[in-house]
């Protein structure tokens, strides 16, 4: 069984270009939960989903940022027009909800804007 | 609004030691508890979890308490190694499922 998965593991964009992360949620698994980690700062919520449908967007800023997990295929988060502050590790993590909600979290995908 | 707090930020000691991380949370009103493992630009391993109504969970040489009254959760290492050298998070979630994490404590375990 395969653990979560992100691609790509390490993105490089310009300022103003757009960024998409994927996360494949491990096998059985129907939420995935997406977190971003600045330097030197601890992991922030973003963003809570559920097959088709955004539970809790609290975390995520107001504009350039948004999420979806379709019916087929991984969650993506995508980041329009990306100023030098999105540089961040972004982890994606996924959970049955049984078992008390354990959250397995995937390698990260690292953005760097230039 | 919950807050998680980790002390102390930074640990180092000799192998074979016993130690204690602990994390404090400001909401007693949580639904569980996980500790998990870092290393340097990886990901997250999740080490323990422990449901609100336990007190403790137990992995190898690993042993996590929860004591919501007081608001605490201590990660007790027995015989450290210089393997467990990483960075240790706490996190807890309220039922609607998102963590909230403490900064972190990294240890060091010196040969």
């Known amino acids: 069984n395969a653990g979560v998965m992100q691609n790509p593991r390490h993105l490089v964009r310009r300022r103003g270009q757009e960024a998409r992360l994927r996360c494949s949620p491990m096998k059985g698994h129907s939420h995935v939960y997406w977190y971003r980690q600045l330097p030197e700062e601890g992991l922030k919520f973003m963003v809570y989903l559920q097959k088709e449908n955004i539970i809790d967007e609290s975390g995520m800023p107001k504009e350039r940022f948004s999420a979806e997990f379709p019916k087929e295929g991984p969650s993506i988060l995508r980041i329009q027009q990306v100023v030098r502050g999105d540089s961040a590790a972004y982890f994606c993590?996924?959970?049955?909800?049984?078992?008390?909600?354990?959250?397995?979290f995937g390698p990260g995908t690292r953005l760097t804007v230039l | 609004k919950q807050e998680v707090t980790q002390i102390p930020a930074a640990l180092s000691v000799p192998e074979g030691e016993n130690l204690v991380l602990n994390c404090s949370f400001t909401?007693?009103?949580?639904?569980?508890l996980q500790w998990f493992r870092q290393d340097p630009g990886k990901g997250l391993t999740s080490l323990l979890l422990i449901q609100s109504s336990q007190r403790e969970q137990t992995s190898g040489r690993l042993n996590a308490s929860l004591d919501k009254s007081s608001g605490r959760s201590t990660l007790y290492i027995a015989a450290s190694q210089p393997g467990d050298s990483a960075t240790y998070l706490c996190a807890n979630s309220g039922n609607t499922g998102k963590l909230i994490f403490g900064q972190g404590t990294t240890l060091q375990v010196k040969p």
């Open positions: 909401d007693s009103a949580i639904y569980n």
């Open positions: 993590a996924s959970s049955t909800l049984a078992d008390y909600n354990e959250q397995f």
